[in-house]
Nanobody, 118 residues
Framework: QVQLVESGGGLVQAGGSLRLSCKAS????????MGWYRQAPGKQRELVAT???????NYADSVKGRFTISRDIAKNTVLLQMNSLQPDDSAVYYC????????????WGQGTQVTVSS
């Protein structure tokens, strides 16, 4: 069974940092792109950052310069380092991966809560 498991969320004060981790497991042939999305109450899910198999990255304007996405291909893991967190960053953060299992499919993690207090 293929799954994505996230960890690292929690409660932090404004200006603080958190690091999210997401590991893919199961019968995976290869992983193309991985990324992080977030959804705040009453809002649509939005892209935070993505990274492809060549480590090319893409960030939402709202997190550029504060968040850094990286991946460990050997461990099927993607990380999101979040610095200078603000209350507007509070949301459930979801990991996404486009994987060949053996056909290419999108998978989502269960989500991890990030809460930033002012």
């Amino acid at each position: 069974q293929v799954q994505l498991v996230e960890s690292g969320g929690g409660l932090v004060q404004a200006g603080g940092s958190l690091r999210l981790s997401c590991k893919a497991s199961g019968r995976i042939f290869s992983i193309d792109a991985m990324g992080w999305y977030r959804q705040a109450p009453g809002k649509q899910r939005e892209l935070v950052a993505t990274i492809d198999s060549a480590s090319n990255t893409n960030y939402a304007d709202s997190v550029k310069g504060r968040f850094t996405i990286s991946r460990d291909i050997a461990k099927n893991t993607v990380l999101l380092q979040m610095n200078s967190l603000q209350p507007d960053d509070s949301a459930v953060y979801y990991c996404d991966a486009y994987m060949r299992v053996p056909t290419f499919q999108h998978y989502w993690g269960q989500g991890t809560q990030v809460t930033v207090s002012s």
